[in-house]
């Protein structure tokens, strides 16, 4: 199941999770565009997919589209949170509005996708959730002071979660993206700050095919990070050094717990 899955990355992973066998489901806010993904999918006739239309920040929408989905495709076995844009700008010269909504489409349209498909994965004791976050969610860009926090916030969701759902058998990674050549980038492009897009100059944008790529072959090997260019993920494992000893304390923390009869 993956939101955000009628353009950019999103549209991308389910073309390459189809290419792999899966069965797609494909949750979004714009029906003519959910529509258009639908099509394209299954333009070979070779499978169904199911497709929602849902706006991320709105929780009851969510669960409403996930629960129409799995009528159709059974629970689902993996989630992919690919809904969230940027609008990048000069902390001076953007509203607060602007940081509310960063947050409420990335953050909380992340989290109110987790929080739909989460309970029945607990009660199967399997499942994988895919937060996507973005490198800057790693380190703090000039010019995303609305956006970089709420993938901050995707990233601490995504290592905390790590640790409390490990004890049901449920996966979870976080994906930190580069500049990736959707229509989402072309849209920052026209409202980043002269000192941002000097800085973004030097940097050659991924296409969303080798985005996803990365991103099922890391739920493949169930990797808890997954990144997709050499630098990224340098940046990861600097920012993440201690994660692995963490995941690990953790881990034996909840065995000794559970194996005691106590409630984690």
Known sequence: MITGGSSGIGLAVARVARERGARVSI????????????????????????????DVTDATAVQRAVDEVVERHGPCDVLVTCAG???????????AATFRDQMDVDYFGTLHAVRAVTPAMIVRRRGHLVLVSSTAGLIGVYGYSAY?????????????????????????????PPDTLTPGLERENETKPSVTARLSASITPRRPDQVATAIVRGIEHDRPVITVDVQTATLARIAGALAPYLRRKTARAVRRTSEGGGVP
Do not use: H, M
Request: negative net charge.
């Open 27 to 54: 949750v979004a806010r714009d029906p003519e565009r959910l529509d258009a993904a639908t099509r394209e999918l299954t333009a070979d006739g070779n499978s169904e997919v199911a497709a929602a239309s849902a």
């Open 148 to 176: 970089a926090p709420a993938k901050f916030a995707v990233r601490g969701l995504a290592e905390t979660l790590y640790g409390e759902l490990s004890e049901y058998s449920i996966r979870v990674s976080c994906v930190y």
């Open 85 to 95: 844009y940027s609008r990048p700008g000069r902390f001076e010269e953007l509203d």
